[in-house]
């Protein structure tokens, strides 16, 4: 391997030489304390930054194996090793000058949700660890100024690195708060199991975010207090006790006056499937983490679902269990979500009432009498949410603050009221009790049998190189086809929908072979990351950028909502 000199050399070689030059210093050199890689050069300063990675070898990065022993301490460890790197270059950030993007330097920028990243992976087998990052070559113009690369490379870079990603030289107390707060959350998603729950909001937890754009705690809010007959208490192996509001499973549903922080309970609840960072005020706030925030979806496209749970009848004849459309109904739209959302596995639903179609939630008993139900299309959720549980085991939590229809099918009922929750099954059942219950469903319960086999259409296929665009959290494009990714509202970074383009690219390349059914593409995608990491998914042929995990559920909800892929049944 070449050594750090050669590189230094080479630089100085091509300094003031016009910009592709730099494209010589692709290649990795050994350093003191780890190895250099240039993997991708930029084509002028204006363009994407080039791509530069960090490996330090497991004895001399020297973290202990108890920090990352487990796959989510190791996610947690990657997390805090980002987070304490990324604060190092911020200092050195443009300080290199030059035109454009010279002297930039950058990481991936980790929201309140622990992630896993392609930017920071630790290797399991021997405690390795890699960093990559974005750095800004500098030139005055398209003139190479080696000289502040130089700076970069062997001045600032290095110091970030020592202070940052060195266990000898770093804060051993916070590592070690990071795995214990990340085993205190693995034993609550243990426990929701054991204890047939399927959600744990702490007392104490701040739920609401400080602004519609930021997602830091609001400070002053009213902090989360469990009513008494929900309350659970665990001892978490490193925190001790804890109590809070524990979620049976089954269907729940939370009312309440406008403004009393129903939707800010949800949201938790939605994002509860992942780990969040020390001072968020989610910390222990953990959700099933196959649970699912369904919602109407106007627009959204539909291939081969068999909705007919819901939607039939339909006027023309159309076929409900084998439905397809480029342009869906609020209704047909949450109905292909509800199964699509089963297919991936779920068994927890999250639904709100301000971003559903009420047609798909109720149909109130006075219009059941006026318009018949053999001219009505709509099964509504409310009398499949039962069936869901009971025959399913998928259980619901649902904010309904409008209608009273769903205190009969619940098991739970809970107020918000100034913020903190009450429960007050026992009263709303009471009141129910009087009102006619809401018509069961007419056909029997089925769901489909999920033998779905996605096929590649369109610009997906045959491109010799495959333009890959990512459109900030609204979506994804692969060539010409675009993807509409906007209402998956649990995708909690950018950079799970740059992962999802490279894991719809990778599977029309190398899983979609006119065998494989969905279900079986997920698992191969999943054993492979598992495997070998995010960056497995990358090709020669594209860009490299920064990839974080996606779970399986928005795996499926990305390729179910692909455009360019045309499913046939089994
Ligand atoms: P709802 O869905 O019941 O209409 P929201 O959940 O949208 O109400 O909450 C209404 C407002 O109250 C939001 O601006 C939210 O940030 C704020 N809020 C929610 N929970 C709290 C809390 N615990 N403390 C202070 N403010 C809160
Ligand atoms: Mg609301």
Known sequence: MKSSQDLKNLLLSIDHKSYPAYKSAQGSYRFQDYILSIDHVQGDPFAAPSRVSLRISGKNAGFPPKLFDTFPKRVALQDHLLRLFGREIEQYNFKARGSGKSGLMAVSRCGQEILERSACAIDPGDGSLTLRMQIGFPASGRTIQAGELIRILFEFLPGCAQRSLFFRNIDASACQRTAELCEDQEYIRRELKKRSLCAFVANGAVLPRSSGVSEKPMKGAVPFRSPKSLEVSMELPHRGPVSGMGIPRGVTLVVGGGFHGKSTLLKALELGVYNHVAGDGREYVITDSTGVKLRAEDSRSISQTDISLFINHLPGGRDTRHF???????????????????????????????????????????????????????????????????????????????????????????????????????????????????????????????????????????????????????????????????????????????????????????????????????????????????????????????????????????????????????
């Open 324 to 570: 397809s459309t480029e342009d869906a109904s609020g209704s047909t739209s949450q109905a292909a979500n509800v199964i699509e959302a089963a297919e991936a596995g779920t068994s927890l639903f999250l639904i709100d009432e301000d971003t559903s179609a009420t047609n798909f939630m109720i149909r109130d008993e006075l219009m059941q009498r006026v318009v018949a139900d053999s001219e009505e299309p709509i099964t509504p959720f409310i009398s499949r949410v039962r069936e869901l549980f009971e025959q399913a085991g998928i259980s619901s939590i649902i904010v309904a603050g409008s209608s009273g229809s769903y205190f009969h099918p619940a098991d739970v009922v809970i107020q918000m009221k100034e913020y903190l929750p009450y429960d007050i099954t026992a009263r709303a059942k009471k009141e129910a009790a009087a009102y006619p219950e809401v018509a069961a469903a007419s056909s029997p319960f089925h769901l489909p049998d999920f033998r779905r086999i996605p096929k590649p259409m369109g610009s997906l296929r045959g491109q010799e190189r495959t333009k890959i665009k990512v459109l900030g959290k609204e979506g994804i494009q692969i060539n010409r086809s675009v993807t509409d990714l906007r209402y998956l509202e649990q995708l909690a970074d950018p950079e799970q929908l740059t992962a999802l383009a490279y894991i719809l690219n990778y599977s029309v390349r190398h899983l979609m072979d006119g065998r494989r059914t969905l279900g079986e593409i997920a698992d191969a995608l999943e054993r492979k990351i598992d495997k070998e990491g995010l960056s497995a998914l990358a090709d020669a042929s594209y860009l490299p950028a920064d990839l974080s995990r996606p779970r399986r559920q928005e795996i499926f909800a990305c390729l179910n909502r692909c455009r360019e892929l045309s499913f046939t049944f089994f």
